[in-house]
């Protein structure tokens, strides 16, 4: 059963905004959730953190190349991880994942990924 789903992706021109949604359902919202976190991946090149949430209780950190232009959050009534995108660049093309690690057993679980892609 698919339990994280990424949503909002699309195609956008730079200095765009957008939205990304990942849903959570099934068993995995049985289990305590540890780290919540927002990766992407460009064709050809490897995944890389875009924001995280370490633990819970904690809030998100992001590496500079996104750092005050990507925020996430989440939104506990609706089982739902956020990542708010602006001022969007063409380097931010990629396929972003969400993820989430669950305690205590420190099960790993991911999104099929939501395609962005950004046009100068």
């Known amino acids: 059963q698919v339990q994280l789903v990424e949503s909002g992706g699309g195609s956008v021109q730079a200095g765009d905004s957008l939205t990304l949604s990942c849903e959570a359902s099934?068993?995995?919202?049985?289990?305590?959730?540890?780290?919540m976190a927002w990766y992407r991946q460009a064709p050809g090149d490897r995944r890389e953190l875009v924001a995280s949430?370490?633990?819970?209780?904690?809030?998100?950190t992001y590496p500079d190349y996104v750092k005050g232009r990507f925020t996430a959050s989440t939104d506990n009534a609706k089982n739902t991880l956020y990542l708010q995108m602006n001022d969007l660049e063409p380097t931010d093309t990629a396929r972003y994942y969400c993820?989430?690690?669950?305690?205590?057993?420190?099960?790993?679980?991911w999104g099929q990924g939501t395609q962005v892609t950004v046009s100068p």
């Open positions: 993820m989430i690690i669950a305690a205590p057993s420190l099960e790993t679980f």
């Open positions: 099934g068993a995995i919202l049985k289990f305590r959730i540890n780290r």
């Open positions: 949430r370490p633990r819970e209780g904690t809030t998100f």
